[in-house]
Structures are given as C-alpha cells and as structure tokens.
C-alpha cells in the first residue's frame, strides 16, 4: 500500500476547521479592529488557506456577524430600515430592534452579546466598528444632513436604553408591556431624532 504524499503549504480544512476560522477572526479584530482585519489575515491566523475561509465566508461582514454570535445580519437590518418612506424610518428601527429581542433564541444571544460588550473593551470595540460599517454609515447616508451620524447615535441611545430597561434589568412596566406599545412609544421619538 502506497502512502499519499503530503504538499507543502497549508493545511486542509477538517472536522473543526469553520470553528478555528471563527477562533481566528474574533482573535484578529480583538487585535486588529474590524477595518484592519482582512480574510487573508484570519487564514493566516488560522493556518489555511484563504479560500476555505471564502468556502465558509463569502465576505468579511458575514465572518464579523458570524464570528460575534449576532442573531441577525445588520445588512439586512440596514436594508430594511432604508426601504420605504423616511417618515416612517423610526417605526422600521424600533420593529427591526425590537423584533430580534422578542425571539427567545435573539434575546438570548443579545444578551450575552450586551453583556460581552459591557465586560470587555475589546469586545465593545468590536462591535462598534462592525455596526458602524454596516448599519450607522448607510443610515447617515440615507439622512443626508451635516449631523447625521450624531442623530443616528441618539437613536441608537433609545434603543441600547429600551432594551437595557426591558431585558435585561427587567424594570416594570417596561419589561411587561407589549412590544406593539412599546414600538408605538419609541418610533416618534426615534423619527425625532432622525428628522426633526
């Protein structure tokens, strides 16, 4: 029986090779930000060869999103928040928002996420470069005003407050009532922020 002979260069994917690329891209924008982080540079980190990141990852973004555990895609968050009349863009925030914490495997991801974000500067750094790219930069596009990004932050003020409020410390009547009421309450004063 004749044994393969092994190349040189990198090695192949195996059993647990998507969960080494996930170990390595968390490890590389904790080090390196989201900006500085390449999937070349996650290959390296993980020891393949950079087309099976792209086998498991189609892009940086979905690497981040999946590499950060995020319930959802911000994309396609962004792109429903963009979609449709821009008087009404506060009410398609709160509802996109709202609507992942209300699914009981959202919320619970979302939680320990708040609560990675909290306990780690690392991980707050992270985040915040990752949503930035992907969901405040086209909204402040979309809004086209000199303060945008400051009107889009205070939005994101409400929602981190609402679900700080509802979820996790739980304070009533907040945490209690309907979700529906509680997107009434909020998208006045998200459209406030974006428009007024």
């Not at 963009?82 to 863009?89: D, H, K, N, Q, V």
């Not at 400051?150 to 739980?170: D, F, I, K, M, S």
Request: charged share 25%; proline share 6%; glycine share 8%.
């Amino acid at each position: 029986m004749t044994r393969a002979r092994r190349t040189p260069g990198r090695r192949p994917g195996g059993p647990d090779t998507r969960g080494e690329i996930l170990d390595a891209a968390r490890e590389s924008f904790a080090d390196k930000g989201f900006a500085a982080t390449s999937m070349r540079a996650v290959a390296r980190r993980a020891g393949v060869d950079a087309a099976l990141v792209h086998h498991y990852f189609d892009s940086k973004d979905e690497l981040f999103i999946e590499a950060m555990a995020i319930p959802v895609d911000p994309r396609q968050i962004a792109a429903h928040i963009l979609s449709g009349p821009r008087e009404e863009t506060g009410r398609r925030i709160a509802t996109a928002f709202l609507g992942v914490w209300e699914s009981p495997d959202g919320q619970q991801r979302m939680k320990a996420l708040f609560r990675s974000v909290l306990s780690s500067d690392e991980v707050a750094r992270m985040m915040r470069e990752g949503i930035t790219q992907m969901i405040i930069q086209p909204i402040s596009q979309m809004l086209d005003v000199p303060d945008a990004r400051l009107r889009v932050g205070l939005v994101a003020t409400q929602l981190v407050g609402a679900a700080v409020v509802r979820y996790l410390v739980e304070l009533e009547p907040v945490a209690s009532v309907d979700v529906e009421t509680l997107i009434d309450r909020l998208a006045p004063v998200l459209q406030q922020h974006l428009t007024g």
